[in-house]
C-alpha cells in the first residue's frame, strides 16, 4: 500500500510541474514590443517582388527589406476554418490599401502558413484568391519565434531602416471587416497633431 501511494505521489508530482518545452514557451510580441527579426523566402512571383520593393536577386529577405512604413501580418493555417472564413474580409483589406494612392506604398500585407508547405499555402491562395505574398513555414520555424500563436493571429508592425520596429496592434481572432481594421490601424498609425 505504501508503494502504491509513493508511486502515486510521485506520479502526480511528475504531471504538475512544467514541461520544459513549456517553462521555455516564449510569449508573442504584444503591442510596443520589439518585433523578433525573421527571414522568409524571397518571393517567385515578380508582381509580388515589386508589391513588396524587393529585388530577386537573393534567396531570402528579412522583414525589414519590404519597403512600407507599416506592415500587417496575418499568421494562418490552410488547415484554420476561421482562416478560411477570415479570407474574404482580409482580401478586402488588401484591396482596400492598394486601391487608396496615398495608403498603397505605406502599408503591405503578408501572410505565413504555419506548419503549412509551399504546395499547401499556394492551395489556399488560389481557392481564396489571395492577391499579397503568402509564406510557407512548414517546420514551424516563425510560428515558435512568434510564441506559437493560435491562428488567425494578425500583427501590425512598423518597419524602419534598421530592423522591424514595434508591434503596435497583435490580437488572435479575425479582422473585425476590412474597413473597421484599416480605420483601427491608421488610428493606431496616426502621429499626435494629425487629423
Request: proline share 7%.
Amino acid at each position: 500500500m505504501k508503494k502504491l501511494s509513493l508511486f502515486t505521489v510521485l506520479l502526480l508530482l511528475f504531471f504538475s510541474l512544467p514541461s520544459a518545452s513549456a517553462a521555455s514557451k516564449k510569449a508573442p510580441p504584444k503591442a510596443d514590443d520589439a518585433f523578433p527579426a525573421i527571414a522568409l523566402p524571397m518571393p517567385q512571383s515578380p508582381e509580388h517582388q515589386n508589391y513588396l520593393g524587393l529585388s530577386g536577386d537573393k534567396n531570402s529577405f528579412a522583414i525589414q527589406n519590404i519597403q512600407t512604413k507599416v506592415l500587417i501580418i496575418e499568421i494562418f493555417s490552410m488547415y484554420c476554418p476561421h482562416c478560411q472564413r477570415e479570407a474574404p474580409e482580409v482580401n478586402a483589406l488588401y484591396r482596400n490599401i492598394r486601391n487608396n494612392a496615398d495608403l498603397a506604398d505605406s502599408i503591405k500585407i503578408i501572410g505565413i502558413g504555419v506548419g503549412n508547405t509551399a504546395f499547401e499555402v499556394d492551395v489556399f491562395r488560389k481557392k481564396y484568391d489571395i492577391a499579397f505574398p503568402l509564406f510557407a513555414d512548414p517546420e514551424f520555424t516563425i510560428y515558435e519565434r512568434l510564441g506559437s500563436v493560435r491562428t488567425p493571429y494578425f500583427f501590425v508592425l512598423t518597419i524602419t531602416e534598421n530592423g522591424p520596429g514595434k508591434v503596435i496592434y497583435a490580437e488572435l481572432g479575425g479582422i473585425d471587416g476590412a474597413k473597421n481594421f484599416l480605420e483601427k490601424i491608421l488610428h493606431l498609425t496616426r502621429k499626435p497633431g494629425d487629423k
